[in-house]
């Protein structure tokens, strides 16, 4: 059982670049979320998706887009990188309050990524 | 806006100790609260889970307790092992339509043999 998988796992990109980081969960969970991590500042949330076909803002929304492809799989794009977007960027799951789950979180593995 | 608070910031603790990791958030109406594992330059480990209606849960080693009314949570490790250095993350959800957790900074445990 593979849980959630991220790709990649390292990236260095340049400023103004743009990339997307792609996760995949198989877990049958409803909703997927996308947190950045940075030292001093702890987990913050991106963007997150409560069911498929719907996505909302969250704390640091600015300079991120995203995409829910279907029920496994939660996109993030970066359009046009900037250096204070440099972090580590993690994936995470759960299954619905409203399904009588338990609303456990599941973590990806994260993306290091670097802008330079 | 709900704030999770975790202290220590750090703890070194020699082999075999009893430890209490805090955490306290401002606004009681939560639906559950997560205890997460991570170590250096790894994802995070889910390690148990509360559920408002709940006082406490145990697995092994670890027993978190929580007391929504006073806003604060401990996971109590007993007789500690190098092998639980790591940093210990608390996180609350305070949103049924599934917005996301609100994390602690989290302590940074060091036991030592």
């Known amino acids: 059982n593979a849980g959630v998988t991220q790709t990649p796992k390292f990236q260095v990109l340049k400023t103004g670049q743009s990339m997307t980081l792609q996760c995949a969960q198989d877990m049958n969970h409803n909703s997927m979320y996308w947190y950045r991590q940075d030292p001093g500042m702890g987990l913050r949330l991106i963007y997150y998706?409560?069911?498929?076909?719907?996505?909302d803002k969250g704390e640091v929304p600015n300079g991120y887009n995203v995409s829910r492809l279907n029920k496994r799989e939660f996109s993030l794009r970066l359009e046009s990188a900037a250096p204070s977007q440099t972090s580590v960027y993690f994936c995470?799951?759960?299954?619905?309050?409203?399904?009588?789950?338990?609303?456990?979180?599941?973590f990806g593995p994260g993306t290091r990524l670097t802008v330079l | 806006k709900q704030e999770v608070t975790q202290i220590p910031a750090a703890l070194s603790v020699p082999e075999g100790e009893n430890l209490v990791l805090n955490c306290s958030f401002t606004?009681?109406?939560?639906?559950?609260l997560q205890w997460f594992r991570q170590d250096p330059g790894k994802g995070l480990t889910s390690l148990l889970l509360i559920q408002s209606s709940q006082r406490e849960q145990t697995s092994g080693r670890l027993n978190a307790s929580l007391d929504k009314s006073s806003g604060r949570s401990t996971l109590y490790i007993a007789a500690s092992q190098p092998g639980d250095s790591a940093t210990y993350l608390c996180?609350?959800?305070?949103?049924?339509?599934?917005?996301?957790?609100?994390f602690g900074k989290g302590t940074t445990l060091s036991v030592s043999s």
């Open positions: 998706s409560a069911s498929e076909g719907t996505t």
């Open positions: 996180a609350v959800r305070t949103d049924q339509a599934g917005t996301a957790l609100i």
């Open positions: 995470a799951s759960s299954e619905s309050l409203w399904t009588s789950g338990s609303g456990e979180q599941f």
């Open positions: 606004d009681s109406a939560i639906y559950n």
